[in-house]
Nanobody
């Protein structure tokens, strides 16, 4: 069974950090681009970051530039989202996605949700004092 499983969410104070993980099972992440999305209550799901299969190309939403980083360990079949200096507006359910037919070209097209076949169940991030 093909699955993506997110973990690492939780409650953190403003200014704090969390590292989210996206682990794949049933398939090899390999050369797939992996994307992190997030969805806050009452808002659209938005693209946060994308990493290419070879890790050479990464993209971040303007709202997280300089605070979030993305990496992958293909040997562990896992992608990570390191989130630093978290703000209350970062609070959301975070999802990872994979399975786009076209390779990641470094553009904002990674934010198109319909490109992705596989989605995780999400992990909750709460930022509050």
């Amino acid at each position: 069974q093909l699955q993506l499983v997110e973990s690492g969410g939780g409650l953190v104070q403003p200014g704090g950090s969390l590292r989210l993980s996206c682990a794949a099972s049933g398939f090899t992440l390999g050369s797939n681009a992996i994307v992190w999305f997030r969805q806050a209550p009452g808002k659209e799901r938005e693209g946060v970051s994308c990493i290419s299969g070879n890790s050479k190309t990464k993209k971040f939403a303007d709202s997280v530039v300089g605070r979030f980083s993305i990496s992958r360990d293909n040997a562990k079949n896992t992608v990570y989202l390191q989130m630093n200096n978290l703000k209350p507006e970062d609070a959301a359910v975070y999802y990872c996605a994979a399975g786009a037919m076209d390779p990641f070209d470094g553009s904002n097209s990674y934010k198109i949700k319909t490109k992705y076949t596989y989605w995780g169940q999400g992990t909750q991030v709460t930022v509050s004092s």
